[in-house]
């Protein structure tokens, strides 16, 4: 089946610096990734979608200046956290493919702000 | 009202029982009904998909739909130790996956 990789697994900054988080589809061509957070015991909460050679579309309360969301090819997608902050420090995980089609999630980032 | 509810939980069954899952919607041209498991620090994994009314089995698992009420469920037999985690679901609505805020399951030796 399809697979969507996501890097790094964990990751652990300083706050006032940047992440970035990759996901690449190995067997298909994504040509939409989705981003979500998670917050402990909460939902995912839908972020952005981002479509390969187009601006993201984000969602209602998501800064784009301070996620930065690239979709370059058909097999890499991007989501840079800048200037994190304590409050960022979150799940975060993307999801390639159509959205009628069954989902494939990356494995996720779980992202520590110190 | 939120899109997606479902009861956070937890539920707890032991092992062997038949654990149920509900989930109720709010936009009623919502077509397509997604359970998900997720394991704690793990990215969700799809588990069934419904879109017709009535029910869906496979294994172990039952989704049932009943559009007319706006709720989904999901059936889980045999429940077994490894069933353990947090069931998800999620609705397509307005073009976007929406996600419930999970029901966690603990499942009983």
């Known amino acids: 089946g399809a697979v969507v990789s996501q890097h790094p697994s964990w990751v652990i900054c300083k706050s006032g610096t940047s992440v970035k988080i990759e996901c690449r589809s190995l067997d298909f061509q994504a040509t939409t990734m989705f981003w979500y957070r998670q917050f402990p015991k909460q939902s995912l909460m839908l972020m952005a979608t981002s479509n390969e050679g187009s601006k993201a579309t984000y969602e209602q309360g998501v800064e784009k200046d301070k996620f930065l969301i690239n979709h370059a090819s058909l097999t890499l997608s991007t989501l840079t956290v800048t200037s994190a902050h304590p409050e960022d420090s979150s799940f975060y995980i993307c999801?390639?493919?159509?959205?009628?089609?069954?989902?494939?999630f990356g494995q996720g980032t779980r992202l520590t702000v110190v | 009202q939120k899109e997606v509810e479902q009861n956070s939980g937890p539920l707890s069954v032991p092992e062997g029982a038949i654990a149920s899952l509900n989930c109720t919607y709010s936009?009623?041209?919502?077509?397509?009904f997604f359970w998900y498991r997720q394991y704690s620090g793990k990215s969700p994994e799809l588990i069934m998909f419904?879109?017709?009314?009535g029910d869906k089995e496979d294994g172990r698992f039952t989704a049932q739909l009943n559009k007319a009420s706006q709720y989904v469920s999901l059936l889980i037999r045999d429940s077994q130790p490894s069933d353990s985690a947090t069931y998800l679901c999620a609705v397509i609505q307005g073009g976007k996956l929406i996600f419930g805020q999970g029901t966690e399951l603990s499942v009983k030796p």
């Open positions: 936009d009623r041209g919502s077509q397509s």
């Open positions: 419904i879109y017709s009314n």
């Open positions: 999801r390639g493919g159509g959205l009628f089609t069954e989902a494939f």
